[in-house]
């Protein structure tokens, strides 16, 4: 394995360790939850599509991915605030279905942004990244192999209890290995649309 790849993937389990320290919320003596703390998880999938523009072919998958969500409202100061900061872990395999089968297969790292609109409607924005396997060769990135995925969203999210909620946005997505690799590096641009369930905690 290369030397930046491991170096990425060891960041993430890193980060990952960081993050399951906290999963528990645990009271700290005052009553109040920790510093970081899960606070939500989801389930989601939808459609995504674009175009290999050295091919002229179109591109289309269906994303499916299980998001874990980590409070970090106190970080910046805004316990007891309506609106929240989250840090996401996104796992994922995308299936994709033309121009050939294959999968997109990692975990994303990322902030997400909650604004309550009202009681049970909050709009939100997310941006992250991932480490990820490519599993289709192209023009624009070369053979199956190493990239980097990157995303930015936005949509809605609404309360249908207490404890659960639906939501659904759209996400720009940019694929490429920044230049790490000695291959192809044109980048594939692509839109989707998600939508899922969570739970909060």
Known sequence: MKPFVKVAFSLLLM?????????????????????????????????AWGRLKRDAVNLALYPAFVRMGFNMNSLFGMEGCQSIV???????????????AGVET??????????????SVALFSEASFAPMFLSIKSAEQGDAGFNFLDQVGAGLQCKVSKEMAIYSGYR?????????LDRPNSGINSNALVAGFSWFY
């Open 106 to 119: 990692g975990c994303s790292i990322g902030l997400r942004y909650l604004h309550p609109l009202s009681a």
């Open 86 to 100: 989250q840090l996401v872990l996104e796992p994922f395999l995308n299936s994709i279905t033309y121009p050939e």
């Open 15 to 47: 980060l990952f360790g960081f993050t399951v320290n906290y999963a528990g919320a645990a009271p700290l003596d005052n009553g109040k939850k920790s510093v970081v703390y899960l606070s939500e998880i989801s389930v989601g999938s939808g459609y």
């Open 172 to 180: 720009f997505r940019h694929i490429s290995h920044a230049g790490l």
